[in-house]
């Protein structure tokens, strides 16, 4: 969905992620044959960031009734597009995943065989069990978006 979040809304959120004072945290969780990528937790465990209250709008517009994990990921520029493995979010067909992109660059989140590009402000949701995987970027500094997996029942 293009144009998820009014236009100052979205970059309320994308200019506090990109400030200086972010925290980013270097992602251990990928494969020794992936890139480094960094991430910053929002929800983990049951445990909150205290940089929650930025994605408010977004978690509103979801219309969760349970949010399971959120997270922020970063992925550097590399000379040539990199995915970063293929993965599920969940073993639970019940949950769903959403992208949402805060850049717009030549990355990619591939869904099965279909290629999401990275198009700032745009949100793509599939079910948390669909196999998918990242990429790098070529033609920007950085690729960044947020990863949310939720149930939309209690």
Not at 9 to 25: D, R
Not at 38 to 43: A, K, N, P
Not at 95 to 120: P, R
Request: glycine share 2%.
């Amino acid at each position: 969905m293009n144009n998820f979040l009014p236009t100052e809304v979205f970059l309320n959120i994308k200019k506090e992620i990109e400030s200086n004072t972010f925290p980013w945290y270097l992602d251990n969780a990928t494969d020794e044959n992936s890139p480094l990528q960094f991430c910053h937790s929002f929800l983990h465990d049951k445990k909150l960031s205290n940089f929650i209250s930025i994605l408010y709008p977004i978690m509103n517009e979801l219309k969760a009734s349970y949010f399971y994990r959120i997270k922020a990921n970063l992925n550097w520029k590399t000379d040539k597009i990199i995915e970063t493995g293929n993965h599920v979010d969940s073993d639970n067909p019940k949950l769903k995943s959403s992208i949402y992109f805060l850049n717009t660059c030549n990355g990619y989140c591939k869904v099965k065989d279909k290629f999401f590009h990275s198009v700032e402000n745009t949100l793509i949701t599939f079910n948390s069990n669909t196999t998918h995987s990242g990429s790098t970027t070529t033609d920007s500094e950085k690729r960044l978006l947020i990863n949310f997996v939720y149930s939309l029942d209690d």
